[in-house]
């Protein structure tokens, strides 16, 4: 008896929510369809969608591919896009992506074999380069590296940021909408400039630094290589302030290659040392 009580409040208690699931389906107006309307001066608003594209310079076998994928946020995954290989991208040091499948790439030798790459260093060639990747255009937009390693761009698009590391320079290029670069300036510095960060609120540039590159190559625990963190502001301006934030022996930090810093936090990445957090 009070089993059968039991199963007929249920019975009631599921034709309720039945109903109320229908009554809500026409209050949300579920099904009805939509007629489009078009106004002629429409565009979508850049960034809002906000896909996240993640690209990765890979080297299996000594060989040189960037890897793309797609942040899945639903699924909090990435999914591989695309294997991008081209004879133009012969030795990738890193890229800086302006599109779902598109990006500037140093090349920081012109040969990919190994001994070729080292007689190419030591003969000082120059002959590092920037490529300007897409799906249905490759093109070398700017030469004569000596080796050409980080690359960035600043916060308007506007310019591409070219780090020389045995050089010691960083050089600005304009974008052009081809995609062509041309150069505007070259920034002198005292140091192996490895690769760039730009702090995406001020535009400056954060650049991870070996003073003392000989150190990196022939290693010697007793005698590690040091770090360097500079911070370059107004780089278009006719004296731009280049700032040393941060500057070990190796006693902490051995072989600071990147620097990277993000609403007053500053993290210092390394060739094959540890990693350091700051606040500013
Ligand atoms: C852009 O570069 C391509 C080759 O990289 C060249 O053919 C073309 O003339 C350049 N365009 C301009 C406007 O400089
Ligand atoms: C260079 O630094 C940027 C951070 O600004 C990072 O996204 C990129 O992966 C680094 N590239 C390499 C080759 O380490
Ligand atoms: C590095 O600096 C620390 C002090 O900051 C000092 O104690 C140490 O001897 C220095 N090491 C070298 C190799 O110069």
């Avoid at 030795?91 to 190994?114: K, L």
């Avoid at 502001?233 to 934030?245: D, F, G, H, R």
């Amino acid at each position: 008896m009070g089993r059968l009580v039991a199963v007929g409040l249920l019975g009631i208690a599921l034709a309720l929510l039945g109903e109320r699931l229908l009554a809500l389906r026409n209050r949300l107006k579920a099904s009805r369809e939509v007629e489009s309307v078009d106004l002629p001066h429409c565009h979508l608003i850049k960034g809002i969608d906000d896909t996240v594209y993640l690209f990765v310079v890979n080297h299996p076998e000594f060989k040189n591919t960037v890897e793309i994928f797609k942040f899945e946020e639903a699924e909090n995954s990435l999914l591989h896009l695309k294997t991008v290989k081209h004879e133009l991208l012969p030795s990738v040091n890193d890229i800086t992506a302006v599109g779902p499948a598109h990006f500037y790439a140093t090349n920081d030798h012109y040969f990919s074999d190994p001994f070729l790459k080292y007689l190419e260093t030591y003969l000082n060639l120059h002959w590092a380069n920037v490529v300007y990747y897409s799906p249905n255009e490759v093109k070398v937009v700017a030469e004569g590296f000596d080796s050409a390693n980080g690359i960035n761009i600043s916060p308007d698009d506007k310019y591409i940021y070219v780090a020389d590391i045995l050089a010691h320079e960083i050089h600005v290029l304009e974008k052009h909408t081809n995609m062509n670069l041309t150069q505007l300036k070259v920034l002198e510095l005292d140091t192996l400039v490895d690769n760039l960060s730009i702090d995406p609120s001020s535009g400056d540039i954060w650049v991870g630094c070996h003073p003392n590159g000989q150190k990196l190559f022939v290693y010697d625990p007793n005698n590690p290589p040091s770090s360097e963190v500079l911070r370059i502001q107004n780089i278009l301006s006719e004296k731009p302030t280049v700032t040393t934030v941060y500057a070990n022996n190796g006693s902490v930090l051995q072989g600071s290659s990147v620097a990277s810093v993000y609403d007053g936090k500053l993290l210092i990445g390394t060739l094959y040392h540890r990693a350091l957090y700051c606040e500013l």
